[in-house]
């Protein structure tokens, strides 16, 4: 079981990979050609809004209301049922969509003021970002259909495509940015005419997948279908429970729109940084484990759930400690490499490092939250998530009104971190609390291995840091060899450490 789900999960994390490292490449582009502006403030508000909509309802709350009931049918139900689950979802979904986004569209700047309330105290940028949202909300309907296919791929052990889907993403915007953008009134908008573009492409490269499995939706709307409305059921109250990290980012934009622009660039440069442990891992192993679990309660097997669940937390703190470490080490490094170039200055890299190093403090826990919650959505248990939820999202946004004044920016970014580790130390205690999951013997060594090979981890690149001003004095070869250097470096000695104690990534640990 554990070599399987560790193969299928080796497979996502690496298409996630090369899509995250064109992503880091697009946001190069974007702080270069555009800097940490008031332009910028309006883009990154217009591709959030559709943007936190698709992880809420697409990636998150549909994915995982979907694929449990999804994988039921394969299970369980004839072939000719299948295709008729998966024709009437696919038709339903569409339809909201198609009404979510002409709504979006005609009150986009009812939007801008609801999620960036400080906006229209500033006239020209609450009219950019309006303008980019009607071209942007859109890309809410392919995304998610993108989405849907993804759900029915990955249900079919079919991990590689979804995965590497983004990257089309990633190179519609760096194009629009490089050669559209001169040649607009407003170059910035070059970026929202990007983000559409990318999102029809994401879904037109679906076809080939579905097609190889011969379940290519037939558009039909029948929402009064059985599994249709228990995906419907499942996914309402999942809609806030599985998404309260990205209600929390977004929280976070809402109050950081009252700060001094860059805010909400700097927030959104070391929010990227944060997400990428958190997509190529906590996602990966995820996106893995649901339809995994699904298909062992399915199937009435209970010590291989749990084995399931134990191996994915397991698997995420192994993963989720170092880079939280790497990445609050690296901070300042990791910034200017990535985006200290033309228009975004030295002071934009230390406020950019405030809000990152805030937000790394919770990137173990983000990832639990992932896995965890799959847990209970595997079975079907929706109410538990959510109610933890409403939880986390209340600490959230009190400790937004605590922090947001002596912390600015970086304030806002250590509240969702704690409001993470809320979250997930809830999900872990209802967990064990309701028997879905029990720990396994070998967990106080496995935390002792963890937390020896973290700390000598963080003594290695203490001991060999470099100043800041040094990192802002190189040129841009010598700051990608040297951070290179001190990764692979740390993931060695890391690596080292735990196989020194015994630690074997093929076994029971």
Aim: net charge positive; glycine share 6%.
């Amino acid at each position: 079981m554990a070599k399987k789900l560790l193969r299928s999960t080796s497979i996502f994390s690496g298409m996630t990979f090369i899509s995250r490292i064109l992503g880091f490449v697009r946001d190069m582009t974007v702080a270069h050609i555009f800097g940490a502006t008031g332009m910028t403030d309006a883009f990154f508000v217009a591709f959030k809004i559709p943007n936190f909509m698709r992880r809420l309802f697409a990636e998150g709350a549909f994915s995982q209301a979907f694929v449990p009931v999804l994988a039921e049918y394969k299970e369980q139900r004839a072939r000719e049922e299948l295709q008729a689950f998966v024709n009437h979802t696919a038709g339903t979904l569409a339809g909201i969509l198609f009404v979510i986004t002409i709504i979006g569209v005609i009150a986009a700047p009812i939007l801008i003021m609801l999620f960036s309330p400080g906006f229209p105290h500033d006239g020209s940028r609450f009219e950019l970002a309006s303008y980019m949202l009607r071209i942007t909300f859109p890309y809410l309907f392919f995304i998610s259909l993108t989405a849907f296919a993804g759900g029915i791929l990955n249900t079919h052990n079919r991990f590689a495509g979804p995965a590497f889907t983004p990257v089309f993403l990633n190179i519609a915007m760096i194009t629009a940015a490089i050669w559209l953008a001169p040649h607009l009134a407003e170059p910035i908008t070059a970026l929202a005419w990007g983000v559409l573009a990318g999102g029809v492409i994401q879904l037109l490269f679906q076809y080939p997948f579905l097609r190889h499995i011969r379940l290519v939706p037939k558009f039909k709307w029948r929402w009064r279908d059985t599994g249709v409305q228990r995906v419907l059921k499942l996914m309402i109250p999942a809609i806030f429970g599985v998404s309260v990290i990205q209600i929390g980012l977004l929280i976070d934009t809402m109050f950081a729109s009252f700060l001094p622009e860059g805010s909400i660039s700097w927030l959104y440069n070391s929010e990227r940084l944060m997400m990428f442990p958190l997509g190529v891992f906590g996602v990966a192993i995820s996106t893995v484990v649901l339809p995994h679990l699904s298909k062992k309660f399915a199937q009435k097997s209970e010590q291989e759930y749990s084995d399931t669940v134990n191996w994915a937390v397991q698997t995420v703190l192994l993963l989720g400690v170092p880079a939280a470490i790497g990445l609050v080490m690296l901070s300042g490094p990791l910034l200017t490499s990535l985006f200290n170039y033309g228009k975004f200055n030295q002071f934009d890299v230390i406020m950019s490092r405030q809000s990152l190093i805030a937000y790394t403090c919770g990137v173990p826990f983000m990832m639990l939250v992932k896995v965890l919650a799959s847990g209970f959505y595997a079975r079907q248990n929706i109410k538990t998530p959510v109610k933890i939820a409403v939880v986390a999202l209340v600490v959230n946004i009190a400790l937004n009104f605590v922090l947001v004044g002596p912390l600015k920016h970086a304030g806002l970014a250590l509240a969702s971190s704690l409001a993470a580790v809320t979250n997930s130390s809830l999900l872990f205690f209802f967990l064990l609390r309701q028997k879905i999951f029990r720990l396994r013997a070998s967990w106080c060594l496995f935390l002792l291995r963890l937390v020896i090979a973290g700390v000598t981890m963080a003594a290695v690149l203490y001991y060999f840091r470099v100043s800041q001003t040094q990192w802002f004095i190189w040129h841009w070869q010598h700051r990608f060899a040297q951070l290179l250097l001190e990764v692979l470096g740390a993931a060695f000695v890391y690596g080292a450490v735990l196989f020194i104690l015994g630690f074997r990534l093929r076994r029971k640990n």
